[in-house]
């Protein structure tokens, strides 16, 4: 399984965008793994943003992020997606999204090591 992430860059505070992951692999069937996606700022762990289960209607964020990330998923085309409204200057980091195969307990989610597959990142810079 390949994850390819795409949309950072660089943004004004209060801006928004969205990014994408875009899964391949020739065993790859999106209705079986749940995706997530994590940051990294310099100097810091890389932390749980958010995650989605295969059906789309579980979701999970971190406190830092709810009420102004959504995460959703085009299971067609194997992709997710994170729409990143409201951005602040502490947002800045390395997304990188993430899939595993099959369902855990949801605490699970939120950690890095549950995850099996990890994209290359992409880097979101917000400006104040």
């Known amino acids: 399984v390949q994850l390819q992430a795409s949309g950072g860059g660089l943004v004004q505070a209060g801006g928004s965008l969205r990014l994408s992951c875009a899964a391949s692999?020739?065993?790859?069937?999106?209705?079986?793994?749940?995706r997530g996606w994590f940051r990294q700022a310099p100097g810091k762990e890389r932390e749980f943003v958010a995650a989605i289960r295969w059906s789309g209607v579980n979701t999970y964020y971190a406190d830092s992020v709810k009420g102004r990330f959504t995460i959703s998923r085009d299971n067609a085309k194997n992709t997710v997606y994170l729409q990143m409204n409201s951005l602040k200057p502490e947002d800045t980091a390395v997304y990188y999204c993430a899939a595993v195969q099959g369902t855990y307990y949801s605490g699970s989610y939120y950690q890095p090591h549950t995850y099996h597959y990890w994209g290359q990142g992409t880097l979101v810079t917000v400006s104040s």
């Open positions: 692999g020739r065993t790859f069937s999106s209705y079986s793994y749940v």
